[in-house]
């Protein structure tokens, strides 16, 4: 697997669009539920080569709002393969410590399913390795209405003025709040297209697309996204200029700290500027 540069900062969030199960079975003559299963295999292997990685959070979208469209028979396929993997991946996710979350419209799941989801992110609670978000029921606009309802809630129940109501008390309320916001967003099957998946959090983030089916995508071509994603200069609305110069102030600050360095994040390894996301907690 490719290495990263001691020098270079991993992306702390990657969001991955798993896209091409369908395709990959369909072209080795098999049903689409078996490129189901096989992609199972890929998160596995994803999850590891973000903690190779250096990944603090990983989001995988495993169930858009509208994949409930699908034909019937294929979506009580995926709810049974989601329960079975559940119960089957828990014990080794604690063994690796991932934290397990679920982002999404948690409702729309059976009582069995929802009761197995609670028990696995609190079984999982206590690691700290990494987090793994699955996306479940998802839609990034799901998630932005959601964040205004809660909002105009408050504002109604007079606990919060309209007035306050700006870009950090929307980040306060999405799903992901409290997780930097993503850095690379990959999506595998060759689609050139966000699909509604964590609309507002994207705002900044690097786009890569590869034309892996999802059950193709290895370690290898994970590690090879994240050596594409550190030949990108972000910017975050700034010149070149302006960002060669922020991080040169934190090459002096990992020699000299002061308070005016307390945006960068500076480690024996690694000098970057620190952008935090709005509403994101303190390390």
Avoid at 32 to 40: D, I, L, N, Q, S
Avoid at 50 to 79: H, K, Y
Avoid at 183 to 197: M, P, Q
């Amino acid at each position: 697997m490719t290495a990263i540069p001691a020098s270079s900062a991993p992306p702390r969030h990657v969001a991955i669009i798993m896209d091409g199960n369908g395709r990959w079975a369909q072209q080795l003559g098999k049903p689409r539920h078996a490129g189901h299963r096989a992609g199972v295999k890929a998160v596995r292997s994803s999850v590891e080569a973000a903690i190779d990685n250096g990944v603090e959070v990983l989001t995988l979208f495993a169930f858009s709002s509208e994949n409930w469209n699908r034909p019937q028979q294929e979506v009580g396929l995926l709810m049974e393969l989601f329960l079975a993997t559940l119960r089957s991946e828990v014990r080794s996710m604690n063994k690796n410590g991932i934290r397990l979350k679920f982002i999404g419209d948690l409702s729309t799941f059976s009582e069995r399913l929802r009761g197995e989801m609670t028990r696995a992110e609190q079984q999982t609670a206590g690691n700290e390795r990494i987090t793994l978000n699955m996306a479940v029921s998802y839609g990034g606009r799901w998630d932005i209405a959601n964040a205004a309802r809660e909002l105009a809630l408050e504002v109604a129940a007079g606990t919060r003025s309209a007035e306050s109501v700006d870009e950090t008390a929307i980040s306060e309320k999405l799903s992901t709040y409290g997780q930097p916001m993503p850095d690379l967003f990959i999506r595998t099957g060759g689609e050139l297209r966000i699909s509604n998946f964590l609309l507002w959090q994207l705002a900044y983030a690097e786009l890569y697309f590869s034309e892996k089916l999802w059950p193709d995508f290895s370690k290898q071509e994970f590690a090879r996204a994240v050596e594409w994603f550190h030949q990108r200069e972000r910017r975050f609305g700034m010149t070149g200029e302006q960002v060669a110069g922020e991080s040169a102030t934190c090459s002096q600050a990992a020699v000299e700290p002061t308070e005016d360095s307390a945006d960068c994040a500076v480690d024996k390894n690694t000098i970057t500027i620190r952008h935090k996301a709005a509403g994101e907690k303190n390390a």
